[in-house]
């Protein structure tokens, strides 16, 4: 368990840094067009253009890194805040400070928030703006000075041990040991804070002085993956070797690495077809002199190019050092395909590698199993997750509703997963959990969405069905809802049990809150907490438009004591696995007596603007009005 939390703490760490480099990867990019078209070395030398090389790298970039890092944090101010204060280590060194920014930034955002909260409800009407600009200077200014007598001169020798570090590697011909670091941290999502947090930054500084850089060769390069994908290609089986052709381009051309991640989960020992191929390139890359003069990203074979220096020595080094990689991964993974017995269930993998990620992937729907049209003469659609009494209790209100007004005849209902009925025609669930649905009811026509209040998807379905449905009058009467409605909800909302202008440091923090509200108002036994938080873990409890409704799992049903519910505003929003959460449901349900009220705040809260009267809202009475109204 100490384990997994470290390697949960490292991925956040890791997600964080990539959260503050991968917005600006654009002014990264000009940097390095302008690198490669106007330096004494480059395709077309331009003394005068040259000149904005130093002071993109030097202020532009670490500026942006400061400000995004700072409004990570704390919005608006916190990027000000964050962005004076990165001022202190850029002008306290020579070298380029993105390591200093990714410091100072977050720390000006946090600073900046603290202050704020200090202050909440303090100031005196008419001197807010006042108030508000001082405290943003004083406060940046400080840090900035800070930075420029302590953090830079920390960095800036700590940057040079990590150089001397890498120069005595290189020097030695120990470099390409570093895959064994690397290629494993990539299937493991830490590859973020490798790269961002010490390769690129020191690779810009070997840029600035020697015009290239190989350290930005080490995790971009796409060889390993792509002799993975080639191999499942010839030698893997059923849905796997179908895929992998699909999957080696968006890979090679698009430079998405994790698309080939579950090929790897499928067989663990390809990890060291990764390896090999990775070891392989970057030997190659130092024997012929490889190396980029910007960031490569996305790591694609077409973004490496584009940062390889313009001579032809350095173009035969890269390609070389691609394509060895992809030889070496590709033998490696074949004999380790064809001696041993293959895992074929790719939706499995992939499911473990978003559990791995600890957020939703973007290549995740690339293996989800293909299927006909929507079936026709529709009866049964089912909403379903894990416990079946939060989130698809909430989708199945909402596309009821919809139904309803289309005026089809059809049965919506929501249930757990494990108890889908084996005749559900149509069922609905959240990405992460499709394929156990698909598991469950393989004959089923499934639907995977990402906000269960307001998907597209709905819509869409409504549209597919007004052209081909027919329902008699007798089927009508016996569509039913899957759980029975009471008229027992009154009182399930409480004024004491709403929250107004809370702050969270964390989702779990926001959860534990919840669930310790719900404990006390005697709706669940202390142990529904913790499950909680595990099915939260297991599949996000975020359902859009700015909504989180925690609750607990199928097996903690039996600690909930009777129905209840909390609602919490937290108008600075929590993060929800890189969603803004604004408004949490802490959710207990007992016999479906819950279902009604959370009917009417699924239709509340699928309209923006009632989301944003809720979050406005300066009583509880105002809140829970907004709620009821619907």
């Known amino acids: 368990m100490a384990q997994s939390n470290i390697k949960v703490a490292v991925q956040k760490f890791g997600n964080f840094l990539s959260s503050m ?176 947090g ?3 930054p020191i690779g810009a500084e070997q840029i600035r002085t020697n015009g290239q850089s190989i350290l930005l060769l080490l995790e971009t390069n796409p060889g390993p993956g792509l002799g993975i994908l080639l191999a499942y290609c010839f030698f893997g089986k059923g849905t796997a070797k179908q895929s992998a052709p699909g999957a080696a381009i968006i890979h090679f051309i698009g430079g ?23 070891m392989s390139g970057v030997f190659t890359f130092v024997l012929l002199g490889g190396g980029l003069q910007a960031v490569a990203s996305p790591g694609s074979i077409l973004a490496i190019l584009a940062a390889t220096p313009g001579n032809a020595g350095s173009y035969v080094a890269n390609i070389s050092g691609v394509l060895v990689a992809a030889v070496v991964s590709f033998i490696v993974g074949s004999l380790i395909l064809k001696t041993g017995k293959q895992t074929e269930d790719l939706d499995e993998a992939a499911r473990k590698m978003q559990e791995m990620k600890g957020k939703k992937s973007s290549v995740a729907g690339s293996f989800t199993k293909q299927q006909g049209d929507v079936p ?88 597919q069905l007004k052209n081909d449905h027919t329902t008699s009058k007798a089927e009508e009467e016996k569509n039913v809802p899957a759980e029975n409605y009471t008229d027992s909800n009154d009182g399930l909302l409480k004024e004491e049990n709403v929250f107004l202008n809370q702050h969270f440091s964390s989702k779990e923090e926001a959860i534990r809150f919840a669930g310790s509200v719900l404990v006390k108002g005697g709706y669940v036994e202390e142990n529904y907490v913790e499950a909680m938080i595990e099915r939260d873990n297991m599949t996000s409890t975020y359902m859009g438009n700015d909504v989180a409704i925690p609750h607990g799992t199928e097996e903690a049903k039996k600690n909930v004591l009777r129905s209840g519910f909390t609602v919490i505003q937290v108008p600075e929003g929590v993060d929800f696995d890189g969603e803004k959460v604004r408004l949490i449901f802490g959710i207990a349900g007992k016999d479906g ?28 009475k105002e809140l829970m009005a907004i709620i009821q109204s619907n």
């Open 256 to 278: 998405i690495h994790e698309i080939y991640f579950p090929y790897v989960l499928m067989r663990p020992l390809l990890i060291i077809a990764a390896i090999l191929g990775g």
């Open 198 to 200: 010490i390769l690129s």
């Open 376 to 463: 026709a003469s529709v009866q049964k659609i089912v909403f379903a997750c894990d416990a079946g009494m939060g989130s698809s209790a909430m989708g199945a209100s909402l596309l009821r509703k919809k139904v309803k007004q289309a005026d089809l005849n059809i049965s919506v209902t929501n249930t757990a997963i494990s108890n889908i009925p084996s005749d559900a025609q149509i069922v609905i669930t959240q990405e992460e959990l499709t394929p156990r649905a698909q598991n469950k009811v393989p004959d089923a026509y499934h639907i995977s969405v990402d906000n269960f209040l307001s998907s597209p998807e709905y819509d869409k379905l409504i549209d």
């Open 593 to 620: 007596t819950h279902l009604e009220i959370l009917s009417g705040i699924a239709i509340t809260c699928s309209d923006m603007n009632n989301i944003e009267k809720m979050v406005h809202a300066k009583s509880a």
């Open 21 to 196: 480099v991968m917005p600006n990867i654009g002014a990264f990019i000009a940097w390095g067009l302008i690198t490669a078209l106007f330096i004494p070395t480059g395709f077309f030398p331009n003394e005068s253009l040259a000149k904005l090389v130093d002071p993109m790298v030097k202020y532009l970039l670490p500026l942006l890194i400061g400000y995004t890092g700072g409004k990570l944090v704390h919005d608006q101010r916190g990027g000000v805040v964050g962005a004076i204060a990165t001022m202190g280590v850029i002008v306290g060194s020579d070298i380029p400070m993105f390591l200093g920014a990714m410091i100072m930034g977050p720390l000006g955002g946090y600073i900046i928030k603290k202050f704020d909260q200090f202050i909440e409800g303090k100031v005196k009407t008419g001197f807010e703006m006042l108030i508000n600009n001082f405290s943003a200077g004083i406060l940046g200014g400080i840090l900035a000075i800070l930075a420029f007598l302590g953090v830079s001169p920390a960095v800036d020798g700590f940057t040079g041990a990590l150089v001397v570090g890498v120069d005595w590697m290189v020097a030695h011909g120990l470099l390409p040991l570093t895959s064994i670091l690397i290629e494993p941290a990539k299937i493991l999502f830490l590859n973020n804070a490798i790269n961002h």
